[in-house]
Each structure stands twice: as C-alpha cells, then as structure tokens.
T-cell receptor, first 120, second 111 residues
Framework: GAVVSQHPSRVICKSGTSVKIECRSL??????MFWYRQFPKQSLMLMAT?????????EQGVEKDKFLINHASLTLSTLTVTSAHPEDSSFYIC????????????????FGEGSRLTVL | QKEVEQDPGPLSVPEGAIVSLNCTYS??????FMWYRQYSRKGPELLMY????GNKEDGRFTAQVDKSSKYISLFIRDSQPSDSATYLC???????????FGGGTRVLVKP
C-alpha cells in the first residue's frame, strides 16, 4: 500500500531553536497533506492542512508564525516549529491522501510514523 | 461537547475474546467513517473504511455504521495480544477533507 514517510522520527532540541519535520508521500502524489499534534494518551488534533503550491490552512488556535508549513512539491510537506519551547514538546504526525484512480477528496488517508519532539 | 465521543478505556480482554469498540457523533454531516489502530509511539494505521450504514467485514474485523443513531462500532474477533493498541475512530464530512478523530480507546488483550 501507499506509504508516507516522516523524518526525523525523534528530535531533541534546545529551547529557542527551530526544528524542521519532513513528510513525504513515497509512491503517490498528494496535493493535500495534514499535520496533527498528539499529546500523550490523547487523540490527534489537526493543526493545519497543507496545500501544494498555496498557503496552508490553519486550525483555530494554531499559531501560523510558530508552526510554518511549506508544501513545496506534490510529495513533500515540511513543518517547522520556530523558536521551540518545552510546551511544544509533542508527537507530530502528518498524513497524506492518496487520490487513487478516481481522484477527489475521498481517497485513503495514510499516516506517517510520527516525529517525537522534545524541547529542553 | 465534542463532535466525536469515544470511551478512552482501557478495555482489557482475554486472548480469543471479542473486542467491541464504539463511537458516537453529533454531526449528521459525517459521511465517511474509519477505524485506525495506533501502537505506542507510532502513527495510526487504517483498519477499516466505510461509507454507508451497515456492516463491513475484513478478516477478524467488522465495522458497523448506524447513521440514524450516529453510532459506529468495530468488532475484533479472536483477539490476539498483538491487537493491544489504541483504536481511534475517525470520520469525514462529505464535502471536506478534515478528519475528525475520537479520543481513542486503549485495548489490552491478555494472553
């Protein structure tokens, strides 16, 4: 099946630094990718929808300047956590929709393995 | 009130038992329903995907959707210790892309 690759899987950084997380769709083109955040023992919370070639759409309460999203190509979206602080420590997960042969909005959604960010 | 409600568990069952999971939702606009399995510190993986009301079976997994009651279920037959994970229901409204998740139910299958 289709695969979504996320890198790095784990990152530890100092407070005030910026961290970039990559999300790649390996065998399909994804015009739309999604970024989620998950705190321990909690569900995934959608942060933003990443659209290839245009600005990301952020969910209410998510700081656009804090979480920079770039969807540079049909197979790559990046999330940059700028000036990270300990409260940004979390599990970040991306997903991408495989439009399949029919295209459209209802293709299967595949998730990356997640990136665990720890800010010291 | 959350749009999608799911009992967090944990749900502990002996090996071989049937695991019964469910979610309720409040918005009748949801049209596509999914169940994901998430192992600790891993991304979710899709188990079942249904569109209409009724049952869908895939191996040991059966998904049920009752749109009139706004209630979906997942049954796992002949449960195995490897089924121990968090199970998340998720749903999409017909016209959009956003996936709305339930809070997840942690399942423990004891050998």
């Amino acid at each position: 099946g289709a695969v979504v690759s996320q890198h790095p899987s784990r990152v530890i950084c100092k407070s005030g630094t910026s961290v970039k997380i990559e999300c790649r769709s390996l065998d399909f083109q994804a015009t739309t990718m999604f970024w989620y955040r998950q705190f321990p023992k909690q569900s995934l919370m959608l942060m933003a929808t990443s659209n290839e070639g245009s600005k990301a759409t952020y969910e209410q309460g998510v700081e656009k300047d804090k979480f920079l999203i770039n969807h540079a190509s049909l197979t790559l979206s990046t999330l940059t956590v700028t000036s990270a602080h300990p409260e940004d420590s979390s599990f970040y997960i991306c997903s991408a929709r495989d439009p399949g042969l029919a295209g459209g909005d209802t293709g299967e959604l595949f998730f990356g393995e997640g990136s665990r960010l720890t800010v010291l | 009130q959350k749009e999608v409600e799911q009992d967090p568990g944990p749900l502990s069952v002996p090996e071989g038992a049937i695991v019964s999971l469910n979610c309720t939702y409040s918005n009748s606009a949801f049209q596509y329903f999914m169940w994901y399995r998430q192992y600790s510190r891993k991304g979710p993986e899709l188990l079942m995907y249904t569109y209409s009301s009724g049952n869908k079976e895939d191996g040991r997994f059966t998904a049920q959707v009752d749109k009139s009651s706004k209630y979906i279920s997942l049954f796992i037959r002949d449960s195995q210790p490897s089924d121990s994970a968090t199970y998340l229901c998720a749903m999409i409204k017909a016209a959009g892309n956003k996936l709305t998740f339930g809070g997840g139910t942690r399942v423990l299958v004891k050998p």
